[in-house]
């Protein structure tokens, strides 16, 4: 952006220069043209001095009479002399008065030729600036209409480029218009479909949990038949009785006692086989409890990963955020300073104009002057000679430092004509200022775009991992409960098998497994209560987090509600106040429900069901948080729209007041009638004066 800011400001500084180039090319011409009216001034006024030399009065009858007839010749105004000289006195005196009058009569006539003769240079030096004049008029004419020409092909040429560049903006608008409608409602879809199946797997949930209760309660059942078989009078004591009346009748056979003892000291197979079972019950109890532990990790690692995840999409937020009031400063920064450059081409303008209009009076009275008779011109004299005003006219705005703008000449010269022209300057400025903010709505609508389709990936993404898990996840339970019933069955056979023969090493068994099974209990009581007392320590620091970041949003929104009351449009402060409360309202509401939220189950009747709602609680715990970060996001895309609206209402309004604050300046200053009438014009359009207002302030 500095880089596009400093290119436009060099190519302004090379237009700046160029015009001042073509602005000192003008006053030389200016200077040439003022020196030769000079030059017909001088001849002029030689010739006005002539010709009031000539009509001064005579000093005697006899010599107007000679004056007149020394038009003629020399000889008959000698004789019109001596005759009436003779009818007047008729004596012999008046041979003496012969002499002064030829002498009177030769000095006229050499008067009258130097006259002459400074009449035809007057008329020569006229005539010669006359044709220079007409023949720059000429050249000039010729540039003009050249120029007039390419500057229409260029007009045309950029009005064309410009309808197909907002043509294909256009197309382009609804083309990302439409495939964000489209992503929408992809998205909606998707929405719809992941909670049927995040229903159907709650679902299954359920049935598998029933299933596996129902698993529990036949094994309860089973643990109650052995306590009743337990409970029925026990034959050991009988068993006993016979050993020693056996034992009292083998006292004899020691050698078969022996051999009997030997054997009886060997292991015996079905012994063996027990231990081996005991052994296998062990390691799989401790599997199970291995896969506890591995899943509470699990769980655990997920939940600080979804911590993370949030805490880095608030990051990313904030600093959106931050990039986005930096862009504002930076544009902000860029208007001012293109406001300080157009502030000081005004004055340029201001002071180039003054000095036109001094340049144009200054010719005007000349004109005047040089021509006191020209009410008593023919219609064809009067039109050349405006002719060569509009040409003096046009050579006089081409060489001053302080041109009249091409649409003042194009009515001066058109006095019928409208801007309504397409190949117009102002129709030129309108297509581009429509061009340029066409432009930047569509720059905005590229960035929603891109953050929309951003934002989509990265739900996607989470959202397909999240279910990737969950179905592992059921596929384990599934052939962990097809295991166990697979184990329960043959158990059963087994048992029943065994029953008879084994009761009381079963009942030892029974004891040394229940202890077992108690201590892993109870070491997993023991950690399950850690896992909950540190998950209960992350929920409290996750809600304090929160209640900061609530503090920190209700202080910036308070600082926005104070600037805003500021600003002359209460109506928009005021939208924007409420949907600031709205959003405190709604992160309240989402802590609230956070902390109303009952705590995690302590202990199911079951491990592996413990760990699943576990799970989905911190599923529902994130959803909720997820929510509350996607509305406030959407609130604070929302403000940040009205704050960039605001700032370009202000930036209009600030335009707006610094015009009509030069307009007032100028009126103030200027001492011009005709100049006031037309201010005063600009500002009873900008301020929108009623007729009856202008009727009470117009002199």
Same mark, same amino acid.
């Given at each position: 952006m500095?880089?596009?800011?400093?290119?436009?400001?060099i190519?302004?500084?090379e237009?700046?220069?160029?015009r001042?180039?073509?602005?000192?090319?003008?006053?030389?011409?200016?200077?040439?043209a003022?020196?030769?009216?000079a030059?017909?001034?001088?001849?002029?006024?030689?010739?006005i001095?002539?010709l009031?030399l000539r009509?001064?009065p005579?000093r005697?009858?006899h010599?107007e009479?000679?004056?007149?007839?020394?038009?003629?010749?020399?000889?008959?105004?000698?004789?019109a002399?001596?005759?009436?000289?003779?009818?007047?006195?008729?004596?012999?005196g008046?041979e003496s008065?012969?002499?002064?009058?030829?002498?009177?009569g030769?000095d006229?006539?050499?008067?009258?030729?130097?006259?002459?003769?400074?009449l035809?240079?007057?008329?020569?030096?006229?005539?010669?600036?006359?044709?220079?004049?007409?023949?720059?008029?000429?050249?000039?004419?010729?540039?003009?209409?050249?120029?007039n020409?390419?500057?229409?092909?260029?007009?045309?040429?950029?009005?064309?480029?410009?309808?197909?560049?907002?043509a294909?903006?256009?197309?382009?608008l609804?083309?990302?218009k439409?495939?964000?409608?489209?992503?929408?409602?992809?998205?909606?879809?998707?929405?719809?479909?992941?909670a049927?199946?995040?229903?159907e797997?709650?679902?299954?949930l359920s049935?598998?949990r &029933?299933s596996?209760e *129902? %698993? #529990?309660? !036949?094994?309860?059942?089973?643990k109650l038949? @052995? /306590?009743e =078989?337990? $409970?029925?009078?026990?034959?050991?004591v009988?068993?006993?009785?016979?050993?020693?009346d056996?034992?009292?009748?083998?006292?004899?056979?020691?050698?078969?006692l022996?051999?009997a003892?030997?054997?009886?000291?060997k292991p015996?197979p079905?012994l063996?086989?027990?231990?081996e079972?005991?052994?296998?019950?062990?390691?799989?109890?401790?599997?199970?409890?291995?896969q506890?532990?591995?899943?509470?990790?699990?769980a655990? &690692?997920?939940l600080? *990963? %979804? #911590?993370? !995840?949030?805490e880095?999409?608030?990051?990313? @937020? /904030?600093a =959106?955020? $931050?990039?986005?009031?930096v862009?504002?400063?930076n544009?902000?920064k860029?208007?001012?300073?293109?406001?300080?450059?157009?502030?000081?081409l005004?004055?340029?303008?201001a002071?180039?104009d003054?000095?036109?209009t001094?340049?144009?009076?200054v010719?005007?009275?000349k004109?005047?002057?040089?021509?006191?008779?020209?009410s008593n011109?023919?219609?064809?004299?009067?039109?050349e000679?405006?002719l060569k005003?509009?040409?003096?006219m046009k050579?006089?705005? #081409?060489?001053?430092?302080?041109?009249?703008?091409?649409?003042?000449?194009?009515?001066?010269m058109?006095?019928?004509?409208?801007?309504?022209?397409p190949g117009?300057?102002?129709?030129?400025?309108k297509?581009?200022q429509?061009?340029?903010?066409?432009?930047?709505e569509?720059?905005?609508?590229?960035?929603?775009?891109?953050?929309?389709?951003?934002?989509k990936n990265?739900?996607?993404?989470?959202v397909?991992?999240?279910?990737e898990?969950?179905?592992s996840?059921?596929?384990?339970?599934?052939?962990?409960?097809?295991?166990?019933?697979?184990?329960?069955d043959?158990?059963?056979?087994?048992?029943k098998?065994?029953?008879?023969d084994l009761?009381?090493r079963?009942a030892?068994?029974?004891?040394?497994?229940k202890?077992?099974?108690?201590k892993?209990?109870?070491?997993?009581?023991?950690?399950?209560?850690?896992l909950e007392?540190?998950?209960?320590?992350?929920?409290?620091?996750?809600i304090?987090?929160?209640?900061?970041k609530e503090?920190?949003?209700?202080?910036?929104?308070?600082?926005?509600g104070?600037?805003?009351?500021?600003?002359?449009r209460?109506?928009?402060s005021?939208?924007?106040v409420?949907?600031?409360?709205?959003?405190?309202?709604?992160?309240s509401?989402t802590?609230?429900?956070?902390?109303?939220?009952?705590h995690?189950?302590?202990?199911m009747?079951?491990?592996?069901?413990?760990?699943?709602?576990?799970?989905?609680?911190?599923?529902?715990?994130?959803?909720?948080?997820?929510?509350?970060?996607r509305?406030q996001?959407?609130?604070?895309?929302a403000?940040?729209?009205?704050?960039q609206?605001?700032?370009?209402?202000?930036?209009r309004e600030?335009?707006?007041?610094?015009y009509l604050k030069?307009?007032v300046?100028?009126?103030?200053?200027?001492?011009?009638?005709?100049a006031?009438?037309?201010?005063?014009?600009?500002?009873?359009?900008?301020?929108q004066?009623?007729?009856?207002?202008?009727?009470?302030?117009?002199?």
């Open positions: 500095d880089r596009a800011a400093r290119r436009e400001l190519e302004t500084i237009q700046q220069k160029d001042i180039a073509r602005l000192e090319n003008r006053l030389r011409d200016v200077v040439t003022y020196k030769g009216l030059k017909e001034k001088e001849a002029l006024e030689a010739s001095k002539v009031t009509s001064e005579p005697t009858h010599v009479k000679a004056s007149s007839g020394a038009d003629d010749s020399s000889e008959t105004a000698s004789e002399s001596g005759v009436a000289q003779a009818t007047n006195t008729g004596d012999g008046a008065f012969v002499d002064p009058l030829n002498a009177t030769q006229e006539i050499l008067h009258l030729k130097e006259q002459l003769a400074t035809t240079n007057a008329l020569a030096t006229v005539t010669d600036q006359k044709s220079q004049m007409e023949a720059s008029f000429q050249a000039d004419k010729k540039l003009i209409r050249q120029e020409e390419n500057s229409k092909k260029l007009a045309e040429e950029t009005q064309q480029r410009l309808e197909e560049q907002l294909e903006a256009e197309e382009q609804s083309q990302a439409s495939r964000i409608r489209s992503q929408q409602q992809e998205r909606e879809k998707e929405q719809t479909d992941h049927m199946m995040l229903r797997l709650q679902k299954v049935d598998e &029933a596996k *129902q %698993l #529990e309660q !036949e094994l309860f059942e089973m038949k @052995l /306590e =078989k337990k $409970a029925t009078p026990d034959l050991s009988e068993y006993e009785q016979k050993m020693q056996l034992s009292a009748e083998m006292e004899g056979l020691q050698a078969r022996q051999a003892e030997d054997d009886a000291a015996a079905l063996l086989q027990l231990q079972e005991m052994a296998e019950m062990r390691v799989h109890h401790r599997l199970q409890i291995q506890e532990q591995t899943r509470a990790n699990e655990e &690692a997920r600080r *990963q %979804l #911590e993370a !995840e949030r880095a999409r608030v990051a990313n @937020l /904030e =959106k955020l $931050a990039e986005l009031s862009v504002v400063g544009y902000d860029i208007r001012q300073q293109d406001q300080e450059a157009m502030e000081k005004k004055e340029r303008i002071q180039l003054m000095e036109n001094a340049l144009a009076r010719a005007n009275n004109v005047q002057s040089d021509d006191p008779d020209d011109q023919d219609v064809h004299a009067l039109k000679k405006i005003l509009i040409g003096l050579i006089a705005n #081409e060489r001053s430092d302080q041109p009249l703008p091409p649409e003042d000449l194009y009515t001066f058109n006095p019928g004509g409208d801007d309504s022209d117009s300057p102002v129709s030129h400025d297509c581009q429509e061009y340029r903010q066409l432009k930047e569509f720059e905005r609508y590229k960035m929603r775009a891109q953050s929309v389709l951003k934002n990265a739900k996607d993404s989470s397909g991992k999240e279910i898990t969950l179905r996840q059921l596929q384990e339970l599934r052939e962990k409960h097809i295991a166990l019933r697979q184990y329960c043959e158990q059963e056979l087994k048992d098998q065994k029953v008879e009761e009381a079963i030892r068994i029974k004891n040394e497994h202890k077992e099974l108690d892993a209990e109870e070491e997993y009581r023991q950690r399950a209560a850690k007392t540190e998950m209960h320590k992350q929920r409290d620091r996750t304090e987090l929160l209640a900061e503090k920190e949003l209700q202080t910036l929104q308070l600082s926005e104070s600037a805003h009351s500021a600003s002359p209460d109506g928009r005021e939208a924007g409420d949907d600031d409360d709205d959003i405190r309202s709604e992160h509401d802590v609230s429900e956070l902390l109303v939220r009952p995690f189950t302590p202990l009747p079951s491990p592996g069901e413990g760990t699943i709602v576990h799970y989905a609680e911190q599923l529902a715990r994130n959803e909720v948080e997820l929510s509350a970060v509305k996001k959407h609130h604070l895309e403000s940040i729209h009205q704050l609206e605001e700032i370009a209402t202000k930036s600030s335009a707006n007041l610094e030069n307009v300046l100028r009126y103030m200053t200027t001492s011009d009638y005709a006031k009438d037309q201010m005063f014009k600009a500002i009873a359009t900008i301020l004066f009623t007729s009856q207002e202008l009727y009470h302030i117009e002199p």
